[in-house]
Structure formats: C-alpha cells, structure tokens
Nanobody, 126 residues
C-alpha cells in the first residue's frame, strides 16, 4: 500500500522560507514521477513543481519559478520542496503526488498522478 506523508508546512511572513517534505512508502520510490500541487480555498488544485523518475527533468509553474526548488532523495524515499521568498498568494494546502511507472516527461496534470498525500497547510501573511 502506497503512502505519501507531507510535513513542513506552517505559518510564515512574506519573504520567509519553508521546506516541505514528502515521505513515501509501499512502492519503489526511485521509479516514480513525483510532483507538488497546491489548492487554495475555492480554487482548483494547481501544479507547482514536478520531477521525473530519473531526476534529470523538472518543471515548475511560472508563478514559482526562481523561488521554489523540487528535489528528491531516493535513499530516504523523500521528496522535497524548498520554498523561498514566499508570498501571500502561495497560501494553500500543498500536496505531494506520485505516479508509476515513471516517464521521460513531467506531467502537470493532476489526473495523471495516482497517489496523493494528505496535504500540509502553508500560510503566508503580509
């Protein structure tokens, strides 16, 4: 049974940083494509960043490029999202997602990810 567990969310001021983690279990981590999504109240789930299983290809939403960095540690079965220069509009519940088997390209479509974590709240105040 696949489990994804996010951690690292919290309440911060604009300009601060946070690092989210997503610990995976139940399936071979290093063959999965992984992604981060977020959902603000009243809005659809939005792609934030993704990385393919090989780890050589990553993709970011335009709104976070240059501020957020996705990375993975296959030895620890953990996906990370380093978030710098946070803005109030980054406020949302952040979810990690995984799909097997991995592919060459990173998908931004949430429907293509079969496994999801429970989410972690990030609140950025001005």
């Amino acid at each position: 049974q696949v489990q994804l567990v996010e951690s690292g969310g919290g309440s911060v001021q604009a300009g601060d940083s946070l690092r989210l983690s997503c610990l995976a279990s139940g399936r071979t981590f290093n063959t999965a494509d992984l992604g981060w999504f977020r959902q603000a109240p009243g809005k659809e789930r939005q792609f934030v960043a993704g990385m393919n299983w090989i780890g050589g290809t990553s993709n970011y939403a335009d709104s976070v490029k240059g501020r957020f960095t996705i990375s993975r540690d296959n030895a620890k079965n953990t996906l990370y999202l380093q978030m710098n220069s946070l803005k109030p509009e980054d406020t949302a519940v952040y979810y990690c997602a995984a799909r097997w088997p991995g592919r060459r390209t990173v998908t931004t479509n949430p429907d293509e990810y079969g496994f999801w974590g429970q989410g972690t709240q990030v609140t950025v105040s001005s």
